[in-house]
């Protein structure tokens, strides 16, 4: 009671003390009131630039993501265009070897100017069929490695012993050549030459049809234990020269097949050329759908034609085709 009559009684600035302690309070309160509406305020404001930022991040994002296909799509554009000039190339290297056998045949009587393919021979031809290369173009007397049983080792060897060509070669008996082999370490030894000089001197006259056959029959240069079923060394190496890849797993050979496509054709089951050659088009069709948009535009029709031929390792007819085709499609 004495409390509140103090209260009542009591003044502050010449207000009474519960009017005095109102105001405050209420001074107070607005004073928070307005302390918060600015923190809300500059919070809000904050909020609203960073989701500026954001949304502004975002377009840049979108745009960079835009920008990232474009360039892979271009990129993709690129490795095809570098497959079509990698086979064209090898087009160009097989035409430049047809006309220098042109010119051979035009001067040289030798009969190293063509070859007439043997049973089982490079490309799956019929026996007797001409082949428009010249293997004496192809092959140089320098090259000893077209020898079955002499790699480049061996040819290393060889050549440090004075046996340059294939001229060396053929004159060389076979204790020379064994004396050689057994100089330069127990690994050599084992490796019989009886067959060197005579292959070397096939190859020499340019009877290659006959080396061809020769060869067959051997088994790393040794007499009567080969499959004639196995392409010779000769036929081996004149497909490296030709561009074609012997690999069985390189589906690249077939054109408009590049890497991206490669790698989607592997990831479906389909390893090699045997396989893509035994795939309908439509179902290469379907596993390029599946992959993608930009899969889509691909056209396989011809792939498995393609690839069947390079199963079969008919280079010949394999190039043919594919000179026929545009792009791996066939001409309207």
Not at 215 to 243: C, H, I, M, W, Y
Request: hydrophobic share 40%.
């Amino acid at each position: 009671m004495q409390i509140d009559i103090l209260l009542l009684h009591t003044t502050i600035f010449g207000l009474p003390c519960w009017l005095a302690w109102l105001l405050a309070s209420l001074i107070s309160f607005l004073l928070g009131l307005l302390l918060g509406w600015w923190l809300w305020a500059k919070y809000k404001a904050e909020v609203e630039r960073y989701e500026r930022e954001l949304a502004d991040l975002k377009k840049r994002h979108t745009d960079l993501e835009a920008e990232f296909n474009g360039l892979k799509y271009k990129l993709d554009e690129a490795e095809k265009d570098k497959d079509g000039l990698r086979v064209s190339l090898g087009k160009c290297e097989a035409d430049k070897m047809t006309l220098l056998a042109k010119l051979e045949q035009g001067g040289d009587d030798d009969g190293g100017s063509s070859m007439v393919v043997a049973s089982g021979g490079t490309d799956g031809l019929k026996e007797g069929t001409q082949v428009p290369f010249s293997l004496s173009t192809i092959l140089k007397p320098h090259e000893l490695q077209i020898v079955e049983g002499i790699g480049p080792k061996i040819e290393g060897l060889l050549k440090d012993a004075g046996i340059k060509n294939w001229k060396d070669l053929s004159e060389a008996d076979y204790d020379t050549l064994k004396g050689i082999l057994a100089d330069a370490g127990p690994r050599y030894r084992m490796h019989d030459p009886k067959t060197w000089a005579k292959q070397a001197g096939l190859a020499l006259k340019g009877n290659w049809d006959e080396l061809i056959e020769y060869q067959k029959f051997l088994d790393t240069g040794r007499d009567d234990k080969g499959n004639t079923n196995t392409p010779s060394k000769v036929e081996k190496l004149a497909q490296k020269r030709l561009g074609f890849s012997r690999k069985a797993e390189d589906l690249q050979i077939v054109e408009g097949i590049g890497p991206k496509i490669e790698s989607i054709l592997k990831a479906a089951g389909i390893n090699n050329r045997a396989e893509l050659g035994a795939t309908s088009a439509e179902r290469l069709k379907e596993i390029l759908t599946e992959a993608g948009d930009r899969y889509r535009l691909a056209d396989p029709t011809t792939w498995p034609k393609q690839a069947q031929l390079a199963a079969e390792e008919n280079w010949r007819a394999l190039r043919e085709y594919q000179e026929f085709l545009d792009g791996g499609k066939a001409p309207k």
